[in-house]
């Protein structure tokens, strides 16, 4: 039910959702399983923080149970537009769940908007700003707040592991190994078909052919970690990837340079840290994606203020990000032409943009994030506790 009919629903429907009564059956089960291991441990008044897709119920059998407790609910990825949310058979079941929750964060404010609008249109909540509140005679009474708290990165973390001298010698053997081409573009995903890996090669194979890129000159690192390998869509995908990496390295490879370096497997940190250090161009082309922290730890690795991030409009990271090379996935000479862009920037121009991108982001790290959540989630039972009293 997760990655079946969850998952494609909540990315656009970028692959048909399956809607089955009996998967339904079971994610409610589970969902009961969660609630009742943290029923059994709760204190008085304790914090519970629910995240994501899995756990959209809790909320609710939480609230029921105990009133008591102050709740809050995190989704990691995006949340659908209404027109494409009105698909799922239990879309009112799904939003009651969440709406247990005290405060339900997401990654961008377009997501937020998008759960509140689903909220007025297909159940009996109404909405005034950021809050919704239940209709009367609901067996919840709690108000709900939906608003966007985009997650982060360890920034500090990141900066000094690509201060380690291992590493950075380590980088400068990845460059060896490839036989030191002026460029080394890198691709880091999970394989799933919201990533925009095949748009991604495409415009790749695309430049070489037409030889605005050159063999020799430039190389392609894509890392690409097993995911979900027992469903029917991704074992489609894998076969989609690797016929068309075949297709580019047999065409554009020569004996001693390769164009293409596809990794289907995943890495330890201070390894891809030593790949990102490695990298003059990250390129992120996912299709829809509620944040992607590949591009911030890409970011967070360069200090020095080299380096370029090629990033789809369609992340959340865009909104934070604003100084990386946007491009639209879906128009691959757009995203040729951008690339280029991202290829020949001088590295003065790289600097001003990575220089503001890692203000953002030492600003904004994953402490902070989770320290705002709670803090507001803090400050809503607060807010409740005296509105009730003085009622």
Same mark, same amino acid.
């Given at each position: 039910?997760?990655?079946?009919?969850?998952?494609?629903?909540?990315?656009?429907?970028?692959?048909?959702?399956?809607?089955?009564?009996?998967?339904?059956?079971?994610?409610?089960?589970?969902?009961?399983?969660?609630?009742?291991?943290?029923?059994?441990?709760?204190?008085?008044?304790?914090?519970?923080?629910?995240?994501?897709?899995?756990?959209?119920?809790?909320?609710?059998?939480?609230?029921?149970?105990?009133?008591?407790?102050?709740?809050?609910?995190?989704?990691? *990825?995006?949340?659908? =537009? /209404?027109?494409?949310?009105?698909? $799922?058979?239990?879309?009112?079941? %799904?939003?009651? #769940?969440?709406?247990?929750?005290?405060?339900?964060?997401?990654?961008?404010?377009?997501?937020?908007?998008?759960?509140?609008?689903?909220?007025?249109?297909?159940?009996?909540?109404?909405?005034?700003?950021?809050?919704?509140?239940?209709?009367?005679?609901?067996?919840?009474?709690?108000?709900?707040?939906?608003?966007?708290?985009?997650?982060?990165?360890?920034?500090?973390?990141?900066?000094?592991?690509?201060?380690?001298?291992? *590493?950075?010698?380590? =980088? /400068?053997?990845?460059?060896?190994? $490839?036989?030191?081409?002026?460029? %080394?573009?890198? #691709?880091?995903?999970?394989?799933?078909?919201?990533?925009?890996?095949?748009?991604?090669?495409?415009?790749?194979?695309?430049?070489?052919?037409?030889?605005?890129?050159?063999?020799?000159?430039?190389?392609?690192?894509?890392?690409?970690?097993?995911?979900?390998?027992?469903?029917?869509?991704?074992?489609?995908?894998?076969?989609?990837?690797?016929?068309?990496?075949?297709?580019?390295?047999?065409?554009?490879?020569?004996?001693?340079?390769?164009?293409?370096?596809?990794?289907?497997?995943?890495?330890?940190?201070?390894?891809?840290?030593?790949?990102?250090?490695?990298?003059?161009?990250?390129?992120?082309?996912?299709?829809?994606?509620?944040?992607?922290?590949?591009?911030?730890?890409?970011?967070?690795?360069?200090?020095?203020?080299?380096?370029?991030?090629?990033?789809?409009?369609?992340?959340?990271?865009?909104?934070?990000?604003?100084?990386?090379?946007?491009?639209?996935?879906?128009?691959?000479?757009?995203?040729?032409?951008?690339?280029?862009?991202?290829?020949?920037?001088?590295?003065?121009?790289?600097?001003?943009?990575?220089?503001?991108?890692?203000?953002?982001?030492?600003?904004?790290?994953?402490?902070?994030?989770?320290?705002?959540?709670?803090?507001?989630?803090?400050?809503?039972?607060?807010?409740?506790?005296?509105?009730?009293?003085?009622?």
């Amino acid at each position: 039910f997760s990655n079946s009919t969850l998952w494609p629903l909540y990315h656009d429907v970028i692959a048909p959702p399956q809607y089955h009564r009996t998967w339904w059956d079971r994610y409610k089960r589970i969902n009961r399983r969660f609630a009742d291991a943290v029923l059994g441990i709760a204190a008085p008044d304790a914090t519970v923080w629910v995240h994501d897709y899995q756990l959209q119920l809790v909320p609710q059998m939480l609230r029921l149970a105990r009133p008591d407790l102050k709740i809050g609910f995190f989704l990691h *990825i995006p949340f659908p =537009a /209404a027109s494409l949310f009105s698909q $799922l058979p239990w879309r009112t079941q %799904i939003l009651e #769940g969440l709406a247990g929750a005290d405060l339900v964060g997401f990654q961008r404010e377009t997501d937020a908007s998008n759960f509140l609008r689903c909220l007025r249109r297909f159940t009996g909540y109404s909405t005034k700003g950021d809050v919704a509140s239940p209709p009367a005679g609901n067996e919840m009474q709690n108000l709900c707040r939906a608003k966007a708290h985009p997650i982060s990165i360890d920034t500090e973390h990141i900066a000094k592991l690509s201060r380690d001298p291992q *590493i950075i010698a380590r =980088a /400068a053997q990845i460059r060896h190994e $490839l036989g030191n081409p002026k460029t %080394i573009m890198l #691709g880091v995903d999970r394989l799933d078909y919201t990533k925009g890996i095949r748009h991604r090669l495409k415009a790749y194979g695309e430049l070489l052919s037409d030889q605005t890129l050159r063999a020799g000159d430039v190389c392609l690192i894509q890392v690409a970690s097993p995911s979900r390998e027992n469903v029917d869509s991704y074992i489609e995908l894998r076969d989609q990837v690797e016929l068309m990496v075949g297709q580019i390295t047999g065409q554009h490879d020569t004996l001693s340079h390769t164009t293409l370096r596809y990794l289907h497997q995943s890495y330890p940190l201070r390894e891809m840290i030593a790949m990102y250090l490695a990298a003059d161009v990250l390129l992120v082309t996912a299709l829809r994606d509620g944040m992607n922290l590949v591009a911030k730890e890409y970011v967070a690795a360069h200090q020095d203020g080299r380096g370029v991030l090629v990033l789809s409009e369609y992340t959340g990271a865009a909104d934070q990000l604003t100084q990386a090379v946007l491009v639209n996935p879906h128009d691959i000479d757009g995203m040729k032409a951008k690339i280029v862009e991202a290829v020949q920037m001088n590295e003065t121009e790289q600097e001003r943009r990575m220089k503001r991108m890692n203000r953002h982001l030492a600003l904004n790290d994953v402490s902070k994030w989770s320290d705002d959540f709670l803090a507001e989630l803090a400050e809503i039972n607060a807010a409740t506790s005296v509105h009730e009293i003085v009622r």
